[in-house]
């Protein structure tokens, strides 16, 4: 999948993880990445994109990721937003930990996120 396609599976992962624990916590980080927001598809806080996809480029150099590449880029950048900007997101990484790149939820948002081409 291209950055941006993993970037909005990672979004798309990240808001059911905040719908099942509905923690307000979780806003901080999904707000700013909406994808669904502008007609453009671009994120909701324009910084969002550019830090997932730096985040992206240190893991690899590669312009497509797998689904399992993208599950770790998620990962890193849920620690990136907590160590960059001292969020409290150990509880949100413990949880990504638990679920793994090849859950039924991350797959399926792994679909939807494949059908934007990009």
């Not at 980080?29 to 969002?48: E, K, Q, V």
């Not at 590669?62 to 998620?74: A, F, G, I």
């Not at 150990?90 to 991350?106: A, Q, R, V, Y």
Request: proline fraction near 3%; include cysteine.
């Amino acid at each position: 999948m291209t950055l941006k396609q993993a970037f909005i599976a990672s979004y798309l992962f990240l808001d059911i993880f905040y719908q099942e624990t509905k923690d307000e916590r979780f806003l901080d980080i999904i707000s700013g990445m909406n994808p669904f927001l502008w007609a453009d598809g671009s994120s909701a806080d324009p910084a969002a994109i550019y830090d997932w996809a730096f985040v992206a480029k240190r893991i690899t150099e590669e312009e497509h990721l797998s689904s399992k590449q993208s599950y770790y880029v998620m990962y890193e950048y849920v620690k990136f937003f907590k160590t960059e900007f001292g969020f409290d997101f150990d509880w949100i990484m413990e949880g990504l930990l638990k679920k793994t790149h090849n859950s039924p939820e991350w797959l399926n948002c792994v679909d939807k996120a494949m059908k934007f081409l990009l």
